[in-house]
């Protein structure tokens, strides 16, 4: 009887470590979404301001 109690709570406190992992990964996945959502952001600014320079500069050099 006692080597199935064993196996009973060596089976729960896996889980529950399983359980504390996935939710570990799972706060993990919804940081590097908000980081990825964040560059993706800056990478669309970056390129409109370089879309904004360009014109600048093809403006000028159609002037010369």
């Known amino acids: 009887m006692f080597w199935a109690m064993f196996a009973v709570a060596a089976g729960f406190l896996g889980l529950t470590v399983l359980g504390v992992f996935a939710l570990r990964v799972f706060v993990e996945a919804q940081r ?7 560059s993706a952001r800056r990478i669309s600014r970056a390129a ?17």
């Open 32 to 38: 590097l979404g908000r980081q990825v959502a964040e």
């Open 48 to 64: 409109e301001d370089l879309e904004r320079a360009a014109t600048g500069v093809a403006r000028s050099v159609d002037a010369l």
